[in-house]
């Protein structure tokens, strides 16, 4: 089993939509959550960190369920620009004070005009 | 936020030769950076964790005397493919933490002929 399972879709939705992400994590200990996004040959940007009560950063919302071992995203009214991969991540294992991050294969998303 | 630079961008060598990548955090100091790979289609596997002032800390799978890692001061890193290969071909990309997250370098791709 992966550390951290995603959905790889693709999902192709129109503008304004509201598209939602899943992903899953099999490390129990694991501490720290983030959604990171991917543009096309580039490398991953943080999104947003993922907190146990749930966050909000404007159009997109994420949420933690640690007894599920469950993640999600929420992104609403979908702008054309909202077309990328999304990388669900999970910190894995600490090397003293930092942190190693396990990533997901990521969701392709396409707002279609 | 934190930025880190990587250079070159864009590399082709011949195989059999040596390619050096830079990771550079400019505005913050990091102890540890991480290093990844990231195939088409794929997600980043990372490769190795790099230390400042000791050995750097290989992935299950990594060939240490392949990938040499040097990290020579707290903003530097470097990677060094040797005697690259085709199927070395890829975008290899540097980490590092700030404060509770990561940030990432631009990537490198690399073609080998």
């Known amino acids: 089993r992966k550390e951290v399972e995603q959905d790889p879709g693709p999902f192709n939705v129109p503008e304004g939509a509201t598209v939602a992400f899943n992903c899953t994590y099999s490390?129990?200990?694991?501490?720290?959550f983030f959604w990171y996004r991917q543009d096309c040959r580039k490398e991953p940007k943080l999104l947003m960190s993922?907190?146990?009560s749930g966050n909000e950063d404007g159009r997109f919302t994420a949420q933690l369920n640690r007894a599920s071992q469950y993640i999600s995203l929420l992104i609403r009214d979908s702008k054309l620009s909202d077309s990328a991969t999304y990388l669900c991540v999970v910190n894995s294992r600490s090397s003293g004070s930092a942190r190693q991050l396990t990533f997901g294969s990521g969701t392709q998303l396409t707002v279609l005009p | 936020g934190a930025v880190v630079s990587q250079h070159p961008s864009r590399v082709i060598c011949k195989s059999g030769t040596s390619v050096k990548i830079e990771c550079r955090s400019l505005?913050?100091?990091?102890?540890?950076m991480f290093w990844y790979r990231q195939f088409p289609k794929q997600s980043l596997m990372l490769m190795a964790t790099?230390?400042?002032?000791?050995?750097?800390?290989?992935e299950q799978g990594v060939e240490k005397d392949k990938f040499l890692i040097n990290h020579a001061s707290l903003t530097l890193s470097t990677l060094t493919v040797t005697s690259a290969h085709p199927e070395d071909s890829s975008f290899y990309i540097c980490?590092?933490?700030?404060?509770?997250?990561?940030?990432f370098g631009p990537g490198t791709r690399l073609t080998v002929l």
């Open positions: 505005d913050f100091q990091a102890t540890t």
């Open positions: 790099s230390n400042e002032g000791s050995k750097a800390t290989y």
């Open positions: 490390n129990s200990a694991s501490q720290s």
């Open positions: 980490s590092a933490p700030f404060p509770d997250t990561q940030y």
């Open positions: 993922v907190y146990s």
